[in-house]
Nanobody, 125 residues
Framework: VQLQASGGGLVQAGGSLRLSCATS????????MSWFRRAPGKEREFVAG????????DYAEFVKGRFTISRDNAKSTVYLQMDSLKPEDTAAYYC???????????????????WGQGTQVTVSS
């Protein structure tokens, strides 16, 4: 079981990045997926989640209106479009596959079965 996250990099404040997380169809089919992040010295925190059909989404307050999560089940890939980036968005971003198809317990780390390796996002001021 593998989740391959990509798309991170260095960007100036106000810029944009698009993260991708490719999974095997057996890994993510019928399961919600989410993005979390962990900044240096901080705990891993929920960023955004999407139900398995893509009809329901949830966002942390600090990214609402700036980030958009989406998925393409035909490609077994989930995306995180990040706009209006801020220096405080600097972190390693991780994708994860939920135990559930809907957004049940979406903000809890305990709800996730599989994790990607992380992709680094650095936003300069």
């Amino acid at each position: 079981v593998q989740l391959q996250a990509s798309g991170g990099g260095l960007v100036q404040a106000g810029g944009s990045l698009r993260l991708s997380c490719a999974t095997s169809s057996r890994t993510s089919s019928n399961n919600a997926m989410s993005w979390f992040r962990r900044a240096p010295g901080k705990e891993r925190e929920f960023v955004a989640g999407i139900s398995w059909r893509g009809g329901d989404t949830d966002y942390a307050e600090f990214v609402k209106g700036r980030f958009t999560i989406s998925r393409d089940n035909a490609k077994s890939t989930v995306y995180l479009q990040m706009d209006s980036l801020k220096p405080e968005d600097t972190a390693a971003y991780y994708c994860a596959v939920s135990l559930w198809p809907a957004l049940r317990g979406v903000r809890s780390i305990a709800s996730y079965r599989y994790w990607g390796q992380g992709t680094q996002v650095t936003v300069s001021s």
